[in-house]
């Protein structure tokens, strides 16, 4: 089977997180990415992760994390030969992406204005934490900083908590798949009329277009979001609830599985009692009904429930730690790891996340482990042309 994105030639510039996830989510899709490092550091994601002793290999897992599948070259794109093999992959590559500031690239003498001369069917895709316009264009961001900017930390927790991070870089991975999904786009277009185009993609619009519903809700109906900790205010029940042993989240939205829930636990009169008769007295009475659900959870475990609620049809699930889900026969059977044996530059077997998705003609895959720093420079610049005598003296000049 052929992939969705085979033939297609991915020239990743970026660094972190936001853009190697976004061209890691081209790699699955079968396009060649081209990973263009600096010389003897590389992305900045080699040195970082829980693992000190990979950090130092430069390959640390934050790295290893979304890289499966590239191709490493190092290049100074400061220099004027550094720029000529970088013009010589440009002529070749379908997509183009980088996460510097806005301007740093125009600096360089490498903006889209310039390459575009050299490839008009390039899709460049710039990202960034704000964007190309507006008084904070120029500015640093991390994920923290766009978490804070964007609102999601004013209702992640409760009252006591909030405002409080999410558990992961949320803002960077949703920066990185719309800017995948952006390129994606592109592609068909280019496809179609052979022209190209300039995506510039914003962290912090990114994220907050994410958070539709609670964004509408002070839209629209003039409501400001609050935290509400593990409730969820578009009903209840619906949060995390005490059973036996464990925590269980039930999102009985419905009215018919609100009723099969107090059924189930045993309470079958809360179905009628004025206080959570119908969904909107639910949600006022939100403390009160927990109070009842967990009482009569307290029956059974949270494995039990999540069994007997699921047949009954109301969505219920345990509360997981990252190892214990990894292990989940859903998991399993999805296949969603790839796995490595005795990986280069890792030296031990290596398991990565595929794509949250199937494809019938293809599913994403992993093709290769991530590449060890400069992996594939001498190939790379003999296929652009260079010859062993050429490729000798840009390691001499230290431009690759």
């Not at 961001?141 to 558990?167: C, F, K, W």
């Not at 005795?342 to 595929?354: E, F, H, K």
């Amino acid at each position: 089977m052929t992939a969705a994105l085979s033939g297609i030639r991915v020239l990743d510039l970026t660094n972190v997180l936001a853009g190697p996830f976004c061209a890691y989510q081209l790699a699955l899709l079968g396009a060649e990415v081209i990973k263009v490092e600096v010389p003897e550091s590389g992305d900045l994601a080699r040195q970082l992760g829980a693992d000190p002793e990979l950090n130092k290999r430069k390959m640390g897992a934050s790295f290893l994390a979304q890289n499966g599948g590239k191709k490493s070259l190092t290049l100074n794109l400061k220099s004027a030969a550094g720029k000529e093999v970088l013009f010589r992959l440009v002529k070749s590559a379908d997509v183009l992406v980088e996460n510097f500031r806005p301007g740093v690239m125009d600096r360089l003498g490498l903006g889209y204005e310039v390459l575009k001369e050299i490839n008009p069917q390039l899709v460049y895709c710039a990202i960034s934490g704000f964007g190309q316009q507006g008084p904070m264009r120029h500015a640093p961001a991390y994920d923290q900083i766009v978490q804070g900017m964007s609102g999601v930390m004013s209702i992640t927790g409760d009252n006591e908590s909030a405002p409080l991070r999410v558990g992961y870089p949320v803002a960077d991975t949703i920066g990185g798949i719309t800017a995948a999904f952006a390129v994606a786009s592109a592609l068909v277009r280019q496809a179609k009329t052979g022209e190209g185009e300039f995506i510039d993609v914003s962290m912090l619009d990114s994220t907050i277009v994410t958070m539709g519903w609670v964004v509408s809700n002070y839209l629209i109906a003039g409501k400001e979001p609050v935290p509400m900790g593990n409730e969820n205010f578009t009903a209840a029940p619906s949060g995390t609830f005490r059973t036996g042993n464990g925590l269980l989240n039930i999102a009985a939205n419905k009215q018919e599985q609100f009723e099969a829930l107090v059924a189930a636990i045993g309470r079958p009169e809360l179905a009628t009692d004025e206080r959570f008769a119908e969904r909107e007295a639910r949600k006022r009475n939100r403390k009160a009904l927990k109070v009842e659900v967990d009482a009569g959870l307290a029956t059974k475990s949270a494995e039990e429930w999540e069994t007997i609620l699921a047949k009954l049809g109301v969505p219920a699930g345990r509360v997981l730690t990252v190892p214990q889900v990894l292990q989940h026969p859903q998991i399993l059977e999805r296949d969603l790891l790839a796995k490595f044996e005795d990986v280069p530059g890792v030296g031990r077997d290596l398991s990565l996340v595929r794509a949250g998705f199937k494809m019938a003609g293809g599913n994403p895959d992993i093709a290769t482990p991530p590449p060890v720093l400069g992996e594939h420079t001498d190939a790379l610049l003999a296929e652009l042309g260079y010859d062993a005598a050429q490729v000798a003296e840009l390691h001499e000049q230290k431009v690759v």
